[in-house]
């Protein structure tokens, strides 16, 4: 291979305008994922309950005890997340 084929080196301002943009997509991308986790924290505790009506014939019973779990389930979620961000934030300050 020659010479020709490596890419050019950034200049610093255009590597800390890539190092922003690639921290906002992850940011984006960390947003979607935390909210996609609590979603379907709820939405699989609905499938459960529904199954479970279904199986003993009991109608909204176990969807509501299923609902109200996903929620309890999705907050933990987020609360965890949270956590790793406070710990992310309190390494960064004791710099």
Do not use: C
Not at 6 to 12: A, D, L, N, T, V
Not at 25 to 39: C, K, P, W, Y
Not at 54 to 59: E, G
Request: charged letters at 25%; hydrophobic letters at 45%.
């Amino acid at each position: 291979m020659s010479g020709d084929d490596q890419k050019p080196e950034r200049s610093g301002a255009e590597t800390r305008g890539h190092d922003d943009v690639v921290a906002a997509r992850n940011t984006i991308a960390s947003e979607f994922t935390t909210s996609g986790d609590f979603l379907s924290s709820i939405v699989a505790g609905m499938l459960l309950g529904l199954g479970a009506d279904y199986l003993f014939n009991t109608r909204p019973v176990f969807v509501v005890i299923g609902v109200v779990a996903g929620f309890g389930v999705g907050f933990y979620k987020l609360w965890l997340a949270s956590a790793v961000l406070e710990r992310e934030a309190e390494r960064l300050r004791g710099r």
